[in-house]
């Protein structure tokens, strides 16, 4: 099947079920890039700033522009002036210097907190104590160029489904009780995201609603390593 056939196929799934679909495009070329968008796809996901950069550079502007892989501090400025959405905020360091990055770049970035749900050390993410800790900071309130827009996290790679149901039933806790108790009022902290090729539909069962999918639109990659999202 074609990438623009692919794409039809999960939107025909997951748009009703008002799911936002994220494509991967780490180490994609431009043209499948492109294929994708004149098939309609607007947002792409990428991991790695050097790559994401150069092709926000060389492609449509009114794509947006998901960073989903792991940020290092150092690397956020290049993104900083562009990017719509950074998923893996996963240490208040890292989301004090996109606040400090954002405000040189007179905006505010839409972020999302990793949270580790799988039961692999290679993962990051907050734990539970971790998160609620730096919700309650009063540092953390005094940001003012980072919108918290949910929690993202990345479950276990495993064929075992009910270990992954778990771990996204867990997530999706976690995120409702996030919701009722420091954004009741704050209607934008709205998206939950998780789910990739290999799991998206157990994601969606158990609360997504938004998935991060590559192979299954682009078919498989060349490049394996950078198994962190996809």
Known sequence: MSIASNLEAINLEVKALGVQLVAVSKTKPNEDIME???????????????????KYESLPKDIEWHLIGHLQTNKVKY???????????????????????????????????QVHIAEEDTKFGFD????????????????????????????????NEKEIKEEFYELKSLYDGIKASFYRKNESFDTLSMGMSSDYKLAIEKGSNMIRVGSTIFGKRVIKHFKNND
Do not use: W
């Open 36 to 54: 994708a968008y004149e098939a309609g796809q607007r947002v792409f996901g990428e991991n790695l700033v050097q790559e994401l950069v150069e």
């Open 79 to 113: 993104v900083a002036p562009f990017v719509t959405l950074i998923h893996a905020v996963d240490s208040f360091k890292l989301l004090k210097e996109i606040d400090k990055q954002a405000a040189k770049n007179k905006r505010v970035i839409d972020c999302l907190l």
């Open 128 to 159: 539970h104590a971790e998160l609620i800790e730096m919700l309650r900071d009063e540092e953390f309130l005094a940001l003012k160029h980072v919108n918290i827009r949910g929690l993202m996290g990345i479950a276990t790679n495993t064929e």
